[in-house]
């Protein structure tokens, strides 16, 4: 998917179902879904790689062992996951498909391929590795963004080693960066279901009329550029 077809407040407009009620996929309803998720990954990949390197599977070795690594900083939060999440809302203005596409990051990371080992979010690389992918998320989805120096500060981490942690992380990613329509689709109906299987946050569909409603813009505002420089 284009960058330019994610707006950045495409998961933010109001959106009508069929029987008319207002759906709208606010970064509150992301956050809460998404750190929902992660501690029951993380859960689930503590136990898994329990007597093992942290976070990176025994598939990874040599350059990426040493990429993953940087990751496990040894500490954990000093916050839950959902206050954690939250503060790239509240201070960088992250947008909830930023937050769907940096999940998509993590999933990919998680399942390894193309030669790279698997790495998982565990609590001692938690912090870096969501930072990292929020970061990259961001900058692959928005057109303005924060300086890296900002982000760091949000994730509470130092500029310099956020710098370090996101090219690590996209030797990691293979520089794969691009995600489908349908892929973005495909987790956007995984956070649905998460929701409550069918409470009201139609993530597809609300996608699908914002960018109905940014092309429109986009159209409107190509037809008014001839018409204001032969004003001029």
């Known amino acids: 998917m284009a960058s330019a077809e994610l707006g950045s407040d495409a998961c933010g407009f109001p959106c009508g179902g069929d029987d008319g009620a207002m759906a709208a996929l606010s970064p509150t309803v992301v956050v809460s879904v998404l750190a929902s998720l ?16 942290a976070g990176h599977g025994p598939e990874a070795s040599g350059e990426d062992a040493r990429r993953a690594a940087a990751f496990d ?13 939250e503060r790239f809302s509240r201070y960088a203005h992250v947008s909830p498909q930023v937050y769907v596409v940096a999940y998509a990051y993590l999933d990919r990371l998680r399942r390894g391929g193309d030669g790279a080992g698997a790495v998982r979010v565990v609590a001692t690389n938690a912090q870096r590795l969501l930072t990292a992918a929020i970061l990259v998320a961001s900058k692959f989805v928005e057109d303005r963004n924060y300086k890296n120096s900002y982000f760091a500060a949000v994730g509470g981490l130092s500029a310099a080693e956020l710098s370090s942690l996101e090219l690590d992380f996209l030797f990691l990613m293979r520089f794969r960066l691009n995600v489908s329509v349908s892929v973005f689709r495909s987790y956007c109906r995984h956070l649905e279901r998460e929701v409550g299987h069918g409470g009201g946050y139609q993530v597809e569909r609300c996608l699908e009329k914002a960018l109905l409603v940014s092309s429109g813009e986009a159209r409107r505002q190509h037809r008014q550029t001839p018409a204001a420089a032969a004003a001029q």
């Open 73 to 85: 900083g040894g500490t954990v939060l000093d916050m839950g996951m959902r206050e954690f999440l």
């Open 38 to 53: 992660l501690e029951r990954h993380i859960a689930r990949n503590e136990r898994a790689t329990a007597g093992a390197t």
